[in-house]
């Protein structure tokens, strides 16, 4: 099933983005979901992770304080609001479901079955 992200674009340092991600199709409520973010030459890594519910989450150290995972059961879309971009931020962001095989709400990338096709970010100094 493919996630449709969306809400990415250029920015200047100190701006705010919302992306979103939707899950059409699937119990979305039956899945942890997550955030990564891969820039050229990098491998992608986690920025943010939230469980089913809502309640608990996870943040990269960078983003912390800045960056809010949340997500909308009802309407199947999870959501990262980025404030205070920092050039750094840049980069392609992804969303993703994961697997019910693994225990807790976040893990590593292997864990994770569906992805968004990416959606870019650019913040400029």
């Known amino acids: 099933v493919q996630l449709q992200a969306s809400g990415g674009g250029s920015v200047q340092a100190g701006g705010s983005l919302r992306l979103s991600c939707l899950y059409p199709?699937?119990?979305?409520?039956?899945?942890?979901m997550a955030w990564f973010r891969q820039s050229p030459g990098q491998e992608r890594v986690l920025v943010s992770a939230i469980d089913r519910s809502g309640e608990r989450t996870f943040y990269l150290d960078g983003v912390k304080g800045r960056f809010t995972i949340s997500r909308d059961n009802a309407v199947n879309t999870l959501y990262l609001q980025m404030n205070s971009l920092k050039p750094e931020d840049a980069a392609v962001y992804y969303c993703a479901t994961r697997s019910r095989q693994y225990s807790g709400w976040y893990g590593g990338r292997n864990e994770y079955l569906d992805w968004g096709q990416g959606t870019q970010v650019t913040v400029s100094s």
């Open positions: 199709g699937r119990t979305f409520s039956n899945y942890a």
